[in-house]
Protein backbone atom coordinates (compact mmCIF):
# COMPACT_ATOMS: atom_id res chain seq x y z
CA UNK A 1 0.00 0.00 0.00
CA UNK A 2 1.93 2.90 -1.08
CA UNK A 3 1.99 6.76 0.19
CA UNK A 4 -0.29 8.03 -1.94
CA UNK A 5 -3.14 5.49 -1.08
CA UNK A 6 -2.35 5.76 2.80
CA UNK A 7 -2.70 9.94 2.51
CA UNK A 8 -5.91 9.57 0.51
CA UNK A 9 -7.23 7.12 3.30
CA UNK A 10 -6.23 9.20 5.60
CA UNK A 11 -7.71 12.18 3.89
CA UNK A 12 -11.06 9.82 3.40
CA UNK A 13 -11.47 9.24 7.68
CA UNK A 14 -10.79 12.58 8.44
CA UNK A 15 -14.00 13.61 6.41
CA UNK A 16 -16.03 10.81 7.76
CA UNK A 17 -14.42 10.78 11.05
CA UNK A 18 -13.47 7.44 10.97
CA UNK A 19 -15.48 5.09 13.11
CA UNK A 20 -18.88 6.01 14.10
CA UNK A 21 -19.74 7.13 17.44
CA UNK A 22 -21.96 4.06 18.45
CA UNK A 23 -19.07 2.23 17.40
CA UNK A 24 -16.29 3.78 19.20
CA UNK A 25 -18.52 4.04 22.23
CA UNK A 26 -18.44 0.15 22.23
CA UNK A 27 -14.71 0.36 22.05
CA UNK A 28 -14.00 2.31 24.59
CA UNK A 29 -13.97 -0.19 27.71
CA UNK A 30 -11.26 -2.08 26.33
CA UNK A 31 -8.38 0.36 26.16
CA UNK A 32 -6.25 0.38 29.79
CA UNK A 33 -3.39 -1.35 27.16
CA UNK A 34 -2.33 -0.61 23.46
CA UNK A 35 -2.52 -2.01 20.47
CA UNK A 36 0.62 -2.87 18.87
CA UNK A 37 0.94 -2.78 14.89
CA UNK A 38 3.15 -5.37 13.21
CA UNK A 39 4.07 -4.62 9.88
CA UNK A 40 7.30 -3.71 8.21
CA UNK A 41 5.58 -1.34 5.47
CA UNK A 42 5.62 2.01 7.67
CA UNK A 43 2.58 3.72 5.18
CA UNK A 44 0.22 0.32 6.46
CA UNK A 45 1.71 1.27 9.68
CA UNK A 46 0.53 5.03 9.81
CA UNK A 47 -2.71 4.18 8.57
CA UNK A 48 -3.13 1.98 10.75
CA UNK A 49 -2.42 3.76 13.80
CA UNK A 50 -4.06 6.80 12.56
CA UNK A 51 -7.54 4.79 12.10
CA UNK A 52 -6.96 2.94 15.85
CA UNK A 53 -6.34 5.99 17.31
CA UNK A 54 -8.88 8.20 15.68
CA UNK A 55 -11.63 5.29 17.01
CA UNK A 56 -9.86 6.10 20.60
CA UNK A 57 -7.15 3.30 20.99
CA UNK A 58 -3.87 3.96 22.15
CA UNK A 59 -0.87 2.35 19.87
CA UNK A 60 2.39 0.90 19.61
CA UNK A 61 4.29 -0.01 16.46
CA UNK A 62 6.92 -2.48 15.33
CA UNK A 63 8.49 -2.82 12.11
CA UNK A 64 9.14 -7.06 12.00
CA UNK A 65 8.51 -10.09 14.44
CA UNK A 66 11.50 -9.73 16.48
CA UNK A 67 10.61 -6.01 17.17
CA UNK A 68 7.13 -7.36 17.70
CA UNK A 69 8.38 -10.03 20.83
CA UNK A 70 10.32 -7.41 22.10
CA UNK A 71 7.31 -4.69 22.31
CA UNK A 72 5.18 -7.42 23.81
CA UNK A 73 8.30 -8.28 26.57
CA UNK A 74 8.22 -4.68 27.46
CA UNK A 75 4.60 -3.37 27.68
CA UNK A 76 1.55 -6.44 26.90
CA UNK A 77 -0.90 -5.01 24.46
CA UNK A 78 -4.52 -5.40 24.81
CA UNK A 79 -4.14 -6.58 20.89
CA UNK A 80 -1.51 -7.45 18.12
CA UNK A 81 -2.58 -6.57 14.68
CA UNK A 82 0.35 -8.80 12.97
CA UNK A 83 1.12 -8.97 9.28
CA UNK A 84 2.01 -12.87 8.30
CA UNK A 85 4.65 -11.88 5.56
CA UNK A 86 7.62 -9.72 6.77
CA UNK A 87 11.72 -10.35 6.54
CA UNK A 88 13.52 -11.76 9.30
CA UNK A 89 10.72 -13.01 11.70
CA UNK A 90 6.98 -13.59 9.75
CA UNK A 91 3.84 -13.38 11.48
CA UNK A 92 3.26 -16.74 11.77
CA UNK A 93 6.33 -17.95 13.94
CA UNK A 94 4.95 -14.71 15.79
CA UNK A 95 2.09 -15.87 16.61
CA UNK A 96 3.67 -19.62 17.47
CA UNK A 97 5.81 -17.53 20.38
CA UNK A 98 2.90 -15.12 21.48
CA UNK A 99 0.69 -18.50 22.25
CA UNK A 100 3.73 -19.94 23.79
CA UNK A 101 3.33 -17.36 26.31
CA UNK A 102 -0.40 -16.56 26.58
CA UNK A 103 -3.55 -15.71 25.52
CA UNK A 104 -3.39 -11.45 24.12
CA UNK A 105 -5.75 -11.58 21.12
CA UNK A 106 -4.26 -11.51 17.46
CA UNK A 107 -5.76 -10.25 14.48
CA UNK A 108 -4.07 -11.15 11.30
CA UNK A 109 -2.91 -9.12 8.30
CA UNK A 110 -2.90 -10.89 5.22
CA UNK A 111 -2.40 -10.98 1.06
CA UNK A 112 -5.03 -12.01 -0.98
CA UNK A 113 -3.13 -14.81 -1.97
CA UNK A 114 -2.16 -15.83 1.61
CA UNK A 115 -5.41 -18.47 2.26
CA UNK A 116 -2.92 -21.58 3.22
CA UNK A 117 -1.12 -19.22 5.62
CA UNK A 118 -4.65 -17.59 6.65
CA UNK A 119 -5.96 -20.94 7.96
CA UNK A 120 -2.37 -21.77 9.73
CA UNK A 121 -2.54 -18.79 11.89
CA UNK A 122 -6.28 -19.68 12.61
CA UNK A 123 -4.99 -23.09 13.60
CA UNK A 124 -2.02 -21.63 15.84
CA UNK A 125 -4.30 -19.74 17.63
CA UNK A 126 -5.21 -16.24 15.67
CA UNK A 127 -8.58 -14.94 16.50
CA UNK A 128 -9.20 -12.97 13.18
CA UNK A 129 -7.78 -12.13 10.08
CA UNK A 130 -8.31 -8.91 7.28
CA UNK A 131 -7.70 -9.40 3.64
CA UNK A 132 -5.10 -6.89 1.87
CA UNK A 133 -5.95 -4.10 0.64
CA UNK A 134 -8.33 -3.44 3.67
CA UNK A 135 -10.64 -0.59 4.94
CA UNK A 136 -9.21 1.12 8.10
CA UNK A 137 -12.44 1.91 9.74
CA UNK A 138 -13.14 -2.28 9.13
CA UNK A 139 -10.18 -2.99 11.34
CA UNK A 140 -10.81 -0.36 13.92
CA UNK A 141 -14.28 -2.28 13.82
CA UNK A 142 -12.42 -5.82 13.74
CA UNK A 143 -10.14 -4.83 16.76
CA UNK A 144 -13.60 -3.82 19.30
CA UNK A 145 -15.23 -6.52 18.09
CA UNK A 146 -12.39 -9.09 19.41
CA UNK A 147 -11.58 -6.66 22.65
CA UNK A 148 -15.10 -6.87 23.25
CA UNK A 149 -15.47 -10.22 23.39
CA UNK A 150 -12.26 -10.24 25.74
CA UNK A 151 -13.17 -7.21 28.09
CA UNK A 152 -14.12 -8.50 31.56
CA UNK A 153 -18.09 -8.97 31.89
CA UNK A 154 -20.41 -7.25 34.36
CA UNK A 155 -21.91 -9.68 37.03
CA UNK A 156 -24.77 -11.37 35.67
CA UNK A 157 -28.51 -10.52 36.99
CA UNK A 158 -29.70 -13.67 39.07
CA UNK A 159 -31.64 -15.19 36.36
CA UNK A 160 -28.43 -15.62 34.06
CA UNK A 161 -26.40 -18.62 34.53
CA UNK A 162 -22.90 -17.45 34.81
CA UNK A 163 -21.79 -21.35 34.23
CA UNK A 164 -22.19 -23.57 31.64
CA UNK A 165 -21.72 -27.41 32.19
CA UNK A 166 -22.17 -30.47 30.44
CA UNK A 167 -20.63 -33.69 30.98
CA UNK A 168 -17.63 -33.09 31.93
CA UNK A 169 -17.03 -29.32 30.41
CA UNK A 170 -17.60 -26.77 32.35
CA UNK A 171 -17.43 -23.03 31.18
CA UNK A 172 -17.14 -20.25 33.65
CA UNK A 173 -18.79 -17.06 31.71
CA UNK A 174 -17.54 -14.81 34.21
CA UNK A 175 -13.50 -15.68 34.08
CA UNK A 176 -13.93 -16.93 30.49
CA UNK A 177 -11.98 -20.21 31.38
CA UNK A 178 -12.61 -23.91 30.25
CA UNK A 179 -12.06 -26.87 32.07
CA UNK A 180 -12.42 -30.29 30.99
CA UNK A 181 -12.96 -32.49 34.41
CA UNK A 182 -9.91 -30.99 36.18
CA UNK A 183 -7.98 -29.64 33.70
CA UNK A 184 -7.69 -26.22 32.34
CA UNK A 185 -8.17 -25.85 28.48
CA UNK A 186 -5.91 -22.47 26.75
CA UNK A 187 -8.66 -21.09 24.80
CA UNK A 188 -8.36 -17.67 22.55
CA UNK A 189 -11.12 -15.33 22.84
CA UNK A 190 -12.62 -16.61 19.97
CA UNK A 191 -12.72 -20.45 20.27
CA UNK A 192 -14.63 -19.73 24.12
CA UNK A 193 -17.04 -17.51 22.11
CA UNK A 194 -17.42 -20.50 19.61
CA UNK A 195 -17.77 -23.31 22.42
CA UNK A 196 -20.13 -21.08 24.84
CA UNK A 197 -22.50 -20.48 21.57
CA UNK A 198 -22.93 -23.89 21.03
CA UNK A 199 -23.10 -24.58 24.97
CA UNK A 200 -25.59 -22.56 25.65
CA UNK A 201 -27.92 -24.74 23.22
CA UNK A 202 -27.27 -27.92 23.43
CA UNK A 203 -30.10 -29.44 20.78
CA UNK A 204 -29.14 -26.93 17.93
CA UNK A 205 -26.94 -27.23 14.97
CA UNK A 206 -25.42 -24.05 14.36
CA UNK A 207 -24.80 -23.09 11.07
CA UNK A 208 -21.08 -22.03 10.40
CA UNK A 209 -23.57 -18.24 9.68
CA UNK A 210 -25.17 -18.23 12.43
CA UNK A 211 -21.91 -18.56 14.91
CA UNK A 212 -20.23 -16.02 12.93
CA UNK A 213 -23.87 -13.95 13.70
CA UNK A 214 -23.57 -14.48 17.15
CA UNK A 215 -19.65 -13.50 17.36
CA UNK A 216 -19.62 -10.69 15.45
CA UNK A 217 -23.25 -9.59 14.91
CA UNK A 218 -25.29 -10.12 11.24
CA UNK A 219 -23.36 -9.45 8.47
CA UNK A 220 -19.73 -9.67 9.23
CA UNK A 221 -17.45 -11.17 6.73
CA UNK A 222 -15.67 -14.38 7.80
CA UNK A 223 -15.15 -17.02 5.47
CA UNK A 224 -16.59 -20.58 6.67
CA UNK A 225 -12.92 -21.78 6.82
CA UNK A 226 -11.91 -19.46 9.28
CA UNK A 227 -14.71 -21.05 11.77
CA UNK A 228 -13.68 -24.90 10.36
CA UNK A 229 -10.17 -23.96 11.11
CA UNK A 230 -11.90 -22.42 14.72
CA UNK A 231 -13.45 -25.69 15.70
CA UNK A 232 -10.39 -28.29 14.41
CA UNK A 233 -8.64 -26.14 17.28
CA UNK A 234 -11.27 -26.69 19.22
CA UNK A 235 -10.91 -30.09 19.11
CA UNK A 236 -7.19 -30.77 19.02
CA UNK A 237 -6.95 -29.00 22.21
CA UNK A 238 -9.84 -31.01 24.10
CA UNK A 239 -8.94 -34.19 22.77
CA UNK A 240 -5.27 -33.58 24.08
CA UNK A 241 -7.22 -33.30 27.21
CA UNK A 242 -8.93 -36.68 26.70
CA UNK A 243 -12.02 -34.80 25.28
CA UNK A 244 -12.80 -36.67 21.86
CA UNK A 245 -16.62 -35.65 21.81
CA UNK A 246 -16.88 -31.77 22.58
CA UNK A 247 -18.34 -30.88 19.05
CA UNK A 248 -20.25 -32.16 16.50
CA UNK A 249 -20.32 -32.14 13.17
CA UNK A 250 -23.78 -32.14 11.11
CA UNK A 251 -22.84 -32.97 7.33
CA UNK A 252 -24.31 -30.02 5.06
CA UNK A 253 -25.54 -28.38 8.61
CA UNK A 254 -23.13 -27.42 10.87
CA UNK A 255 -22.00 -28.11 13.90
CA UNK A 256 -23.10 -28.84 17.84
CA UNK A 257 -22.31 -29.50 21.15
CA UNK A 258 -21.30 -32.93 22.16
CA UNK A 259 -22.19 -35.21 24.98
CA UNK A 260 -18.61 -34.13 26.20
CA UNK A 261 -18.35 -37.33 28.41
CA UNK A 262 -14.98 -37.87 26.77
CA UNK A 263 -15.86 -40.68 24.54
CA UNK A 264 -15.16 -40.84 20.38
CA UNK A 265 -14.72 -38.21 17.40
CA UNK A 266 -18.31 -36.57 17.30
CA UNK A 267 -20.87 -37.38 14.35
CA UNK A 268 -19.07 -36.44 10.68
CA UNK A 269 -15.75 -36.11 12.79
Known amino acids: MGGRNVARSLAVMNETGGVDPGARAAMMPA ?3 PILIVDDDPHIRELLAFALVRAGFATREA ?3 EAALAAV ?4 P ?3 VLDINMPRLDGLEVCRR ?4 GDTPILFLSSRDDEIDRVL ?3 MGADDYVVK ?3 PREVAARVAAILRRAAPREAPAASEASRISRGRLALDLDGWTATWGEQSANLTVTEFGILRTLASTPSKVFSRDAIIDRLHGPGFAITDRTIDSHVR ?3 GKFAALGGHDVIETRAGIGYRIGPCQGGGAGDGG
Not at 98 to 101: E, P, T
Open 133 to 135: PFS
Open 98 to 101: LRAR
Open 78 to 80: ALV
Open 121 to 123: GIE
Open 63 to 65: EDG
Open 31 to 33: MSA
Open 233 to 235: NLR
Open 73 to 76: EAEA
